[in-house]
């Protein structure tokens, strides 16, 4: 067939747009920032630190104050001796943990992580370790981009052997919690530590090592959780950290002496201060977001721009979505920061506190276990006399001897044998004591006689130096046909 043809198919390639699964990190180089928030974070990084690597030091009553025996299942506290029994006051705990951040994050954000969390602290302690051998942040950025040389090897060689001492300092103190940390220390020194405190030394050091020399704020953004939940727990009345944009825009640099009303210009000089001093490296200025830590360095950096200037402090501060929109002052903000939803956290938080508090102060120091003999549950060893065999377990939780007595109440007649009274329970001990219960099956008369079947009884095991120390244990007695 000659001539064109009616229509031609011409091939378009698809426009392909090329992009990466995965965004290419930007290395930070956070500036060092002085105010009133950063003085409570370092204040915290002290009291933190002090802590963990202080408690372990500690002596009390010829032991670790602060050790978890886990080989011997002791958990030890100061004055208090936990046992795996007492899971219920960790369950406590963990119930004030939780409250106290739903707490504090719908109150005032995310306190914790800006403050307390060890990710933050130790990413504190390992950029004022860089700041020292590197210098601040435009020294830094030169120092990484010069070519390699001696003076860079040298100071890069300093900072990682600081970093891996502190961290390896901080992964023996973490097993020192669970192994006495002098006796680690000495093994350490010989080279006698065990398989499992090599690993867990080295790993925990690895992790800090790691978590606050390399990856920083890659911790935050990615892999904690709470980033991105923490929005569920703010409300209109939540105190987060803020940019004040009906202040600050339009924004733009100026010198000192610059009229903003004839220039038309805000607050916001554009410095870029509150980006060069964030540890998560946002912009403040964009609105709140989740990676945002509320670690308030952008206040005290903005802070000092704004009295360099000779403007009010606060062009980014501590409010409430809903103060900015409405106008409200400070007291009207505070009183809807404390509302119902912050009253009832409070108030539950008040509570289990108070529970908790309670029940370690009444805490009984005698824990008691009936065990039935099952190979001999009731036999008669004399002319209506019944005797049935039991095993008791007794555990004194506390770091006292103490001398017990056992007796049985519940049936006429009925008592205790086969067991040398008093019974002494060593200190943090365990101890089986296997008995015998008799019962004269004709010590009453009538109506009241005993009859075949199960009877209930109960053991009473009282100590001899503090009447309060009692347990009464319920069981049974079982009289044959």
Request: with cysteine; hydrophobic share 45%.
């Amino acid at each position: 067939m000659n001539g064109p043809t009616p229509y031609a198919i011409i091939p378009i390639e698809p426009a392909v747009e090329e992009g990466s699964l995965y965004e290419i990190r930007k290395k930070l180089y956070p500036r060092v920032v002085h105010g009133w928030f950063a003085g409570w974070r370092w204040a915290l990084v002290f009291l933190t630190q002090a802590i963990f690597f202080g408690s372990p030091w500690v002596s009390w009553n010829g032991r670790q104050a602060v050790l978890f025996d886990l080989a011997a299942r002791k958990f030890y506290i100061f004055g208090w001796l936990f046992w795996p029994q007492d899971i219920i006051y960790l369950s406590g705990l963990l119930i004030v943990c939780a409250l106290s951040l739903f707490l504090f994050t719908a109150v005032a954000g995310r306190l914790w992580c800006g403050y307390a969390c060890p990710q933050t602290v130790y990413t504190e302690i390992f950029l004022w370790i860089e700041r020292k051998i590197e210098g601040d942040r435009l020294a830094r950025i030169r120092l990484d981009a010069a070519p390699f040389s001696l003076e860079k090897l040298v100071q890069k060689s300093l900072k990682h052997t600081a970093w891996f001492t502190v961290a390896l300092w901080t992964g023996y103190t973490f097993v020192g919690y669970f192994t006495p940390i002098r006796d680690l220390g000495i093994r350490a020194i010989t080279w006698q530590l065990g398989p499992w405190e090599t690993f867990w030394v080295l790993f925990y050091g690895f992790a800090t090592y790691g978590n606050a020399g390399w990856m920083r704020e890659q911790v935050c953004k990615y892999m904690c959780p709470y980033a991105r939940f923490q929005s569920v727990m703010f409300d209109r009345d939540t105190l987060v950290i803020t940019y004040d944009r009906e202040r600050g825009e339009p924004r733009g640099p100026r010198s000192k002496s610059t009229d903003r009303q004839e220039k038309g210009i805000g607050d916001c000089v554009d410095c870029n201060i509150c980006v060069q001093v964030c540890p998560t490296g946002i912009d403040i200025r964009e609105g709140l977001q989740y990676e945002c830590i509320g670690c308030a360095a952008c206040i005290d950096g903005c802070d000092q721009v704004m009295e360099k200037m000779g403007y009010a402090p606060g062009l980014i501060r501590y409010t409430t979505d809903h103060a900015l929109k409405n106008g409200l002052d400070a007291r009207a903000m505070w009183k809807r920061v404390f509302r119902p939803r912050t009253l009832v956290y409070g108030a539950a938080l008040v509570a289990i506190v108070a529970i908790s508090v309670g029940a370690l102060a009444m805490r009984n120091p005698l824990k008691v276990d009936v065990i039935r003999d099952r190979g001999a549950l009731a036999r008669e060893v004399g002319p209506g006399l019944i005797e049935n065999i039991y095993r008791l377990q007794l555990m004194n939780t506390d770091e006292q001897a103490r001398q017990v007595t056992i007796a049985a109440t519940g049936l006429p007649g009925i008592s205790v044998v086969g067991v040398a009274q008093p019974i002494v329970l060593e200190a943090a001990s365990t101890r089986l004591v296997p008995l015998r219960v008799q019962v004269p099956v004709y010590a009453a008369s009538g109506s009241d006689a005993l009859k075949p079947g199960t009877h209930k009884i109960e053991f009473v095991i009282q100590a001899q130096d503090d009447d309060k120390v009692v347990r009464h244990e319920q069981s049974s007695f079982i009289i044959p046909r």
